[in-house]
């Protein structure tokens, strides 16, 4: 069964430095990724995701993200962070068939902080 | 309007009221999905249907009643909720490699 799991629930880092999210997934086959963010009060906007080739993904407001096959993992990073990336950030993996619904899970979630 | 809508937003409704939650996709998806999120629990699935026809259901109460008249529309009809089942509900829809388009959600409140 596809599951995910984001090992920090919460994270805080200082305005301008480097950020790194951690996800770990467990799939069969080769999965979709995702990343997510939700700001307070609002719904999920894509940052970016991962069907195939090359292994780093660049996303948008800065964000990219590297699939690693070895390790089941797809880490989020971003070299300088902005107060305004303050928000819940959520891992998904999926699958993809022209047959049948395409299902995402989603992992629980890291919360970032950003210190002034 | 383009991507995935909802109807209403933001909803309050009482432990005996009946509502519905729309979810509209304008891609030409054939998949569409209801999640829910509720504080402190992880985004859950809760339907998806393929095609018009319900292919999965996680165990949701039966309160929660699912309609997916034609591959673009989606409803959740609602009925004899709790206040536990407030949480924001998120419409979803694919089809093959064009996955994960999400809704804005509906913040739904059970008083």
């Known amino acids: 069964a596809q599951s995910v799991t984001q090992p920090d629930i919460h994270i805080t880092v200082s305005e301008g430095a480097s950020l790194e999210l951690r996800c770990n997934y467990s799939?069969?086959?080769?999965?979709?990724l995702f990343w997510y963010v939700q700001s307070p009060g609002q719904g999920l906007q894509l940052l970016l995701k991962y069907f195939s080739g090359d292994t780093l993904v660049q996303g948008i407001k800065g964000f990219e993200a590297e699939f690693k096959r070895s390790q089941s993992s797809f880490n989020l990073r971003k070299p300088s962070v902005h107060w305004s990336d303050a928000a819940e950030y959520f891992c998904?993996?999926?699958?993809?068939?022209?047959?049948?619904?395409?299902?995402?899970?989603f992992g629980s979630g890291t919360r970032l902080s950003i210190r002034p | 309007e383009t991507g995935v809508t909802q109807t209403p937003r933001h909803l309050v409704m009482g432990m005996t009221n009946k509502k519905s939650l729309k979810c509209e996709q304008h891609?030409?998806?054939?998949?569409m999905y209801w999640y829910k999120q509720s504080a402190k629990k992880p985004l859950e699935l809760m339907f998806v249907?393929?095609?018009?026809?319900?292919?999965e259901n996680n165990s949701v109460p039966s309160r929660f009643s699912p309609e997916c008249p034609n591959s673009s529309h989606l409803f959740l009809h609602l009925h004899t909720l709790q206040p536990e089942d407030s949480a924001l509900y998120l419409c979803a829809s694919s089809q093959g490699r064009d996955v994960g388009y999400f809704g804005p959600g509906t913040r739904l409140t059970v008083l």
């Open positions: 249907y393929n095609f018009k026809e319900q292919t």
């Open positions: 799939y069969g086959a080769t999965p979709y």
């Open positions: 998904a993996v999926g699958a993809s068939s022209y047959s049948s619904a395409s299902k995402i899970i």
């Open positions: 891609l030409g998806h054939n998949a």
